[in-house]
Structures are given as C-alpha cells and as structure tokens.
C-alpha cells in the first residue's frame, strides 16, 4: 500500500543561516474508485483507510445506504501495463438487487485533494436526497462539550504531529467521547474515510453524534454529515453561506469558528442545551 508520508531534503533559511535538514510531508496519490468495475471517480487522497473512503463516498452519493448493500471492497491489480498493483484502484461490488450509481454521478476525470465536488453538473445535482432526516434526531448537545472536541481532534491527530499538512474528522458522542478519527490531504476525503468506518460498522445513521473538522465547513461537509445522518457539525472555522442554508433547511446544527469556549451557532440552535446567559445586541 502507499505510504501516508513520505521525505524530502529541504532548504531551510532561519535569521539567515542555511540549513539542509529532511523534512516529512504529508502523501498525496491518486485513488479511483470503481462501482461493480466500472469507473465512478479519481479522486487525490492521502492512502491509507481507503475502502473507508470508497464506502464514505457512496454513502455521500447516495448510492448505498447501509453496509448490507456493499458485497465486498478490493484493491485491483493490472492498474499499470507491467499488471503491478498500485493500491491506488478499488472497486466496490454492491449486493445483489442494489441499483448502481446512476451515469450522471460518473466523473472521468479527477478532484482535488482540496474540492469533493468538482464536476457536479449542477447545485441540484448536489442536493442530494437524504434517505433519514437528521431534523428528527432528538439528541441535545451541551456547548461545553462541544467546546473540548477540537483539543480531543488535534491530540489525536498523529500524522499530522509528523507532517503539518492533513486535515482531520472525528465522529463524537454527544457526552464528547471520540468514536473515530481519519486524517486526509482532503477535508471531504477526512469526513468520507469516517462515514466509510461507521457504514463498515453498521452505525449508520450517526443519530446523536457530532462531527468536527479541522478545517471550514463548505456545503460539502454539510453534506455528507445529512447524507449519514449525523445530526451536528462542528468546524475550527468559518461555513460559507451554502453551508448554513443547507444546515438551516436539513435541521443540522452547524457550528464554525469553534476555538476555546467560544463558538458561532449558524443553524439549528434549538438542539443546544442553554447554559450560557443570552445577550441581545443594544
């Protein structure tokens, strides 16, 4: 299999002085994912948990909904003309009667370590229909829980001690104990190798859990955490405007900019158990 990291001399310039030490980066390698062997996406992820992430993504998708509907995941030999297995192509073959993804989800080309979304045709295309309502999910979260996550996320993160350059998603509870933790070059790859975990396990729906991520939370993210019914989403970071609509619509709660005990609450407020006192701006 690939290696999660890999090393490189560099040049390193500090109050003049020139060194040349050896440096760990984080890796970052081409994965396709095949659905009954035929080609569905490329995607640049860093290797390791990839059966996670092919399960991840389908749960994204849409196109399984349970870990009954996948029959079995494997690496593929004969990617290269010598019949050398790369461990960068793994095919997913779905249970018997399971429908594959439909073509319009096919996308022949590959996607960013940094976008999960480049080649949807559309907004509509992205809107993908949840088969569980996260809106339903009576769990209540305490914010001085939720305040704790990113301490529990970075302390976890061991590749990222190594290297500097991943990002991570942890799968809480809601009393703040960390189910599964996956680190990526790419945010939506984080989030799918977690989705892909609980699918394998059959957790799926994530009903009262909390998914934090070290980065921002796009419409991507809010995505993925609707489509396995994870009823809150945490970030270190700001959401963008689609992220919080979705959030608004779905009945997810979406925090961002989460750092200390200080957080911003942009949809689904009535899921947080009120402890702090409220201020209304003069």
Not at 230 to 241: C, K, N, Q, R, Y
Not at 258 to 282: C, F, I, K
Request: with cysteine; proline share 5%.
């Amino acid at each position: 299999m690939g290696r999660v990291t890999s090393r490189r001399r560099v040049v390193r310039i500090v109050d003049g002085v020139r060194s040349e030490p050896v440096d760990t980066l984080a890796a970052e390698e081409p994965l396709e994912i095949r659905v009954n062997g035929r080609s569905l996406v490329i995607t640049m992820r860093t290797p390791g948990d990839d059966f996670d992430l092919a399960a991840g993504f389908l749960v994204s998708e849409g196109v399984v909904r349970g870990g009954e509907e996948i029959a079995n995941i494997r690496y593929c030999a004969g990617a290269t003309a010598d019949g050398v297995n790369t461990y960068n192509v793994v095919d997913v073959v779905l249970a018997p009667g399971v429908a594959p993804p439909d073509p319009s989800l096919e996308r022949n080309f590959y996607t960013t370590s940094s976008c999960g979304l480049c080649g949807k045709a559309s907004l509509d295309a992205v809107r993908t229909i949840a088969a569980w309502s996260v809106r339903d999910d009576p769990v209540r979260i305490d914010p001085t829980v939720v305040s704790g996550l990113p301490d529990t996320l970075r302390n976890a993160q061991r590749v990222f001690d190594r290297t500097g350059g991943l990002h991570a998603a942890g799968l809480f509870s809601a009393d703040g104990r960390l189910h599964c933790l996956r680190e990526d070059v790419g945010r939506h790859n984080a989030v799918d190798k977690v989705v892909g975990w609980a699918l394998r396990n059959g957790r799926v729906p994530l009903r009262g859990t909390v998914l934090m991520v070290s980065g921002r939370a796009s419409f991507e993210l809010v995505q993925k955490a609707v489509m396995a019914g994870v009823p809150a989403l945490a970030a270190v970071s700001a959401p963008s405007s689609l992220a919080a609509e979705l959030a608004e619509d779905a009945g997810l709660t979406l925090i961002g900019f989460l750092r200390g005990t200080s957080m911003n609450v942009y949809a689904g407020t009535d899921r947080l158990v009120q402890r702090e006192r409220t201020e209304t701006p003069a």
